[in-house]
């Protein structure tokens, strides 16, 4: 068994429990967490399991580490901590894990990630033997491994785009939403995540990734943004109040130019009401859904929707993100020490899972 820590026990390291846990080759041995308030708590309870896992949450960082995991899943947010979230793994790879997380946008195409989260980690791995996967949903496999599989199906193929459609209201992270995607801000107020540049850097790597895979050489990545302000005031189940007039949707692309045209798309619209922006592209059922389209010969259309935590739409989205960093840890065990990428680790099968009693 592969000994697994899961560190952060947030959205996504509810998922990674959950995860770890109804894996057949994995062995949950800790759970680390930051909020004092949840130390001592049994690992099933903060995944929301009807059971306990015998696993009691530390902040003990060291400890655990010193332990000599094999694997860590490095769970907690790195949006607004990216110089944090980089140097809790490499703390992980220097004390020898394989390590897998969605934190960092910018080492999801290693190849091309700036040096600043680049060196780091490649001096970790020299010191400690350790690995580190790093990938999400969107972006992650929702534009790699998918558009690529299905661009495998065309005969002829003029475009790829990649959605991610959705309302944001179902995703539990207010800081995310309000400030750094901007939802109920003033039209004046600047979105980080929508500031010139920052596009290209969280999902540029996907479009690098896409076009390696394709065998075809960017002429650039470009960037449109669009946003539409909420004719009325909402009120939302899980984010509270967003006044009319404050921003209640956006919709950007991050394009890869191929000989002078938009040839692999990222497309990204997200409202926070669905009685926002309603000529932009839907979800068939309003709620999210991932699809990718690819523009050919035949043309092919996939919509991918997951639910997880009382059918909502983003805790399936993070689990299905954890599903495929936690299917790659065994084949990272017996891989050379190094960063890899989603090129690099093929999408595994649920091996030994079909049938199995859900945890």
Same mark, same amino acid.
């Given at each position: 068994?592969?000994?697994?820590? =899961?560190?952060?026990?947030?959205?996504v390291? #509810?998922?990674?429990?959950?995860?770890?846990?109804?894996?057949?080759?994995?062995?949950?041995?800790?759970?680390?967490?930051?909020?004092?308030? %949840?130390?001592?708590?049994?690992?099933g309870e903060l995944?929301?399991?009807?059971?306990?896992?015998? &696993?009691a949450?530390?902040?003990?960082?060291?400890?655990?580490?010193a $332990?000599?995991?094999?694997? &860590?899943?490095?769970?907690?947010? !790195?949006?607004?901590?990216?110089?944090?979230?980089?140097?809790?793994?490499?703390?992980?790879?220097?004390a020898g894990?394989?390590?897998?997380?969605?934190?960092?946008? /910018?080492?999801?195409?290693?190849?091309n990630a700036?040096?600043?989260?680049?060196?780091? &980690?490649?001096?970790?791995?020299?010191?400690?033997?350790?690995?580190? *996967?790093?990938?999400?949903?969107?972006?992650?496999?929702?534009?790699?491994?998918?558009?690529?599989?299905?661009?495998?199906?065309?005969?002829?193929?003029?475009?790829?785009?990649?959605?991610?459609? *959705?309302?944001?209201?179902?995703?539990?992270?207010?800081?995310?939403?309000? +400030?750094?995607?901007?939802?109920?801000?003033?039209m004046? +107020?600047?979105?980080?995540m929508?500031?010139?540049?920052?596009?290209?850097?969280?999902?540029?790597?996907?479009i690098?990734?896409?076009?390696?895979?394709?065998?075809?050489?960017?002429?650039?990545?470009?960037?449109?943004?669009?946003?539409?302000?909420?004719?009325?005031?909402?009120?939302?189940?899980?984010?509270?109040?967003?006044?009319?007039?404050?921003?209640?949707?956006?919709? *950007?692309?991050?394009?890869?130019?191929?000989?002078?045209?938009?040839?692999?798309?990222?497309?990204?619209?997200?409202?926070?009401? /669905?009685?926002?922006?309603?000529?932009?592209?839907?979800?068939?059922?309003?709620?999210? $859904?991932h699809? =990718?389209?690819?523009?050919?010969?035949?043309?092919?259309?996939?919509?991918?929707?997951?639910?997880?935590?009382?059918?909502? #739409?983003?805790?399936g989205?993070?689990?299905?993100?954890? !599903?495929?960093?936690v299917?790659?840890i065994?084949?990272?065990?017996?891989?050379?020490?190094?960063? +890899?990428?989603?090129?690099?680790? /093929?999408?595994r099968?649920?091996?030994? %899972?079909?049938?199995?009693?859900? /945890?």
């Amino acid at each position: 068994m592969i000994s697994t820590v =899961v560190w952060g026990t947030g959205n996504v390291g #509810r998922a990674a429990i959950r995860a770890v846990e109804a894996h057949p080759a994995l062995e949950l041995t800790a759970v680390l967490v930051h909020n004092p308030a %949840k130390v001592g708590r049994d690992a099933g309870e903060l995944a929301g399991l009807d059971h306990a896992l015998g &696993v009691a949450a530390t902040d003990g960082i060291d400890a655990v580490l010193a $332990a000599g995991p094999d694997a &860590v899943v490095y769970a907690a947010s !790195g949006d607004i901590r990216p110089d944090d979230a980089l140097a809790d793994i490499v703390k992980a790879i220097r004390a020898g894990a394989v390590v897998v997380s969605p934190a960092l946008y /910018p080492l999801y195409d290693q190849r091309n990630a700036p040096p600043e989260f680049r060196d780091p &980690v490649l001096a970790a791995i020299a010191a400690g033997g350790g690995s580190l *996967f790093a990938s999400g949903v969107d972006p992650g496999w929702g534009n790699d491994v998918l558009p690529l599989l299905i661009s495998g199906l065309g005969t002829t193929v003029d475009a790829i785009r990649c959605q991610e459609i *959705f309302d944001y209201s179902t995703y539990d992270q207010p800081d995310s939403v309000r +400030y750094l995607v901007g939802m109920g801000q003033p039209m004046d +107020y600047e979105p980080m995540m929508l500031l010139p540049s920052i596009p290209t850097m969280v999902w540029g790597g996907q479009i690098r990734l896409m076009a390696r895979a394709l065998g075809v050489e960017l002429d650039e990545i470009r960037e449109t943004v669009d946003r539409r302000a909420l004719d009325t005031t909402v009120t939302t189940r899980t984010m509270g109040e967003f006044e009319a007039g404050s921003q209640g949707a956006i919709r *950007f692309e991050v394009q890869g130019i191929v000989e002078g045209e938009p040839r692999i798309v990222i497309e990204h619209v997200t409202r926070i009401h /669905p009685s926002c922006a309603p000529d932009w592209p839907t979800p068939p059922d309003g709620a999210g $859904a991932h699809r =990718v389209v690819i523009e050919g010969r035949p043309r092919i259309e996939v919509t991918v929707e997951a639910t997880d935590e009382g059918e909502n #739409r983003s805790a399936g989205g993070n689990a299905t993100a954890v !599903g495929r960093l936690v299917s790659a840890i065994d084949w990272l065990m017996e891989a050379e020490p190094g960063i +890899y990428d989603a090129l690099d680790i /093929p999408l595994r099968p649920a091996v030994g %899972k079909l049938g199995r009693k859900q /945890p």
